[in-house]
């Protein structure tokens, strides 16, 4: 890690639990003018999260990216109750920058309860071991600053503006530079969802920009144990793109092959 970074993402929890009213995210957690919007609602999930009862799992949250969160400005994550039921927790959070809100976050959190319907998900793709896949580099001023604390290892697809056109893009996924390892909770698994560019990149032959415009993600619970040195799978599906939008379906799963979160979006690309 170079000496200039200043927070590691667990540091940045914890900022944001001590004081989810004044967040400032540092420059080294930016993507272009922005900052990397999987730590955005990282921080928007443990805000709401600390006004839920316990024994209440979020199940899913649906995401959307007003505008930009500008690095190094405070943000105030404001989390409040929608509705408190006999067992889902209805949540609402707005992220507010300088009087604009730039995030919005509907979740929902819900405690297990008897059922008789069991179904389990289909099976994980098949895909090149962890240590036989391409690792995308950090490079300074190429690559989002973000990328610097998130290693993730191409298995499926091509790479961003690699000419490749595949439906699908995936692989490997992991944080890098904490100092020791972390369990990992519900807020990582948003880091590491979004941390791969939007799927329809690959099919650019150079640079444009790209981001996600709304975002829904789903939650497997109870969460698998696992550590933030673990290796996740991720595998984005592009189900439709046209006019500088795309559709995409994406899931993950543990090193195991078992599913953890369920995801979509809708992404903008300018080219």
Request: aromatic residues 8%.
């Given at each position: 890690?170079n000496?200039?970074?200043?927070?590691?993402?667990?540091?940045m929890?914890e900022a944001?639990?001590r004081?989810?009213?004044?967040?400032?995210?540092p420059?080294e957690w930016?993507q272009?003018?922005a900052?990397?919007?999987?730590?955005?609602a990282a921080?928007?999930?443990?805000?709401?999260?600390?006004?839920v009862?316990?024994?209440?799992p979020v199940r899913?949250l649906a995401i959307?990216f007003?505008?930009?969160?500008a690095?190094?400005?405070p943000?105030?994550f404001?989390?409040?109750v929608?509705?408190?039921?006999k067992?889902?927790?209805?949540?609402?959070?707005?992220a507010?920058q300088d009087?604009q809100?730039?995030?919005?976050?509907q979740?929902?959190f819900?405690?297990?309860r008897?059922?008789?319907?069991?179904?389990e998900?289909?099976?994980?793709?098949q895909i090149t071991?962890?240590e036989?896949?391409q690792e995308?580099?950090y490079?300074?001023?190429?690559?989002?600053?973000f990328?610097r604390f998130l290693?993730?290892?191409?298995?499926?697809?091509?790479m961003p503006f690699?000419n490749t056109?595949?439906r699908?893009m995936?692989?490997w996924?992991r944080?890098?530079?904490e100092?020791e390892p972390?369990?990992?909770?519900?807020?990582?698994?948003?880091?590491?969802v979004?941390?791969?560019?939007?799927?329809?990149?690959p099919?650019?032959k150079?640079?444009?920009?790209?981001s996600s415009?709304?975002?829904?993600?789903e939650f497997?619970?109870p969460?698998?144990?696992?550590?933030?040195?673990?290796?996740c799978l991720?595998?984005?599906?592009i189900e439709?793109?046209?006019?500088?939008?795309g559709h995409v379906a994406?899931?993950?799963?543990t090193?195991?092959?078992?599913?953890i979160a369920?995801s979509?979006?809708t992404?903008?690309?300018?080219?």
């Amino acid at each position: 890690m170079n000496a200039e970074v200043r927070m590691i993402f667990s540091e940045m929890l914890e900022a944001v639990r001590r004081d989810a009213d004044a967040v400032v995210i540092p420059a080294e957690w930016g993507q272009g003018r922005a900052s990397f919007g999987g730590l955005v609602a990282a921080l928007a999930f443990e805000a709401m999260r600390a006004k839920v009862p316990q024994g209440r799992p979020v199940r899913s949250l649906a995401i959307t990216f007003v505008g930009p969160v500008a690095p190094d400005v405070p943000v105030s994550f404001q989390a409040e109750v929608l509705r408190e039921g006999k067992a889902v927790s209805q949540m609402f959070l707005r992220a507010v920058q300088d009087g604009q809100v730039v995030t919005v976050v509907q979740g929902s959190f819900g405690a297990s309860r008897p059922s008789a319907i069991a179904v389990e998900a289909l099976a994980a793709p098949q895909i090149t071991p962890v240590e036989q896949c391409q690792e995308l580099p950090y490079v300074r001023n190429v690559t989002p600053e973000f990328t610097r604390f998130l290693a993730m290892r191409w298995g499926i697809g091509g790479m961003p503006f690699s000419n490749t056109p595949s439906r699908q893009m995936g692989g490997w996924v992991r944080l890098r530079g904490e100092r020791e390892p972390q369990a990992l909770s519900e807020a990582h698994l948003l880091a590491l969802v979004d941390a791969w560019p939007p799927a329809v990149l690959p099919y650019l032959k150079s640079p444009a920009p790209g981001s996600s415009l709304t975002w829904t993600i789903e939650f497997v619970q109870p969460l698998h144990t696992l550590s933030s040195e673990d290796w996740c799978l991720y595998r984005a599906d592009i189900e439709y793109a046209r006019d500088g939008y795309g559709h995409v379906a994406a899931a993950m799963w543990t090193p195991a092959g078992e599913l953890i979160a369920l995801s979509r979006q809708t992404v903008t690309v300018f080219a």
